[in-house]
């Protein structure tokens, strides 16, 4: 992984076999982001995702292992417990333009990946909220 950092936005490009979680927080805790937005472009071609039922409170993972395009990356960077916690979405087309996506569990870059990090001013903690089983935003005072 190489990146950049101008002003508020951190530019990163991820190489074949890295693992875009991974690097995500490699790049957050050298440059101390304990709020920001992430958005990506790129391709892999070994990806988890999941949908989380609330019912249940349990995620439902699928895994994929061929060539995709990501269409969309999204998601944030906050803190749990004073540490880096990271909530992104993905989806990913294959080369039928068939899209898969969810919950970000991993992901393996085929070729490249392009991600903006734009940081925030500022901590937003996550805890627990037992009714529906997800870790939510708790603001700061």
Not at 107 to 115: N, P, W
């Amino acid at each position: 992984m190489e990146y950049r950092r101008f002003g508020d936005t951190i530019v990163c490009r991820l190489q074949r076999g890295e693992e875009i979680h991974e690097q995500l927080e490699k790049v957050a805790t050298a440059e101390s982001v304990t709020l920001a937005e992430v958005r990506g472009i790129g391709a892999i071609d070994d990806f988890t995702v999941g949908c989380y039922d609330v019912n249940e409170q349990k995620y439902y993972k699928n895994h994929f292992t061929f060539p995709a395009e990501i269409t969309m990356l999204y998601g944030n960077i906050t803190t749990m417990d004073g540490k880096y916690y990271a909530h992104i979405h993905l989806t990913a087309a294959d080369k039928e333009g068939h899209a898969f996506g969810g919950h970000l569990n991993e992901a393996r870059i085929f070729a490249t990946g392009e991600l903006f990090i734009r940081v925030l001013d500022g901590t937003v903690e996550r805890e627990k909220d037992e009714r529906i089983g997800l870790n939510v935003f708790r603001f700061l005072d």
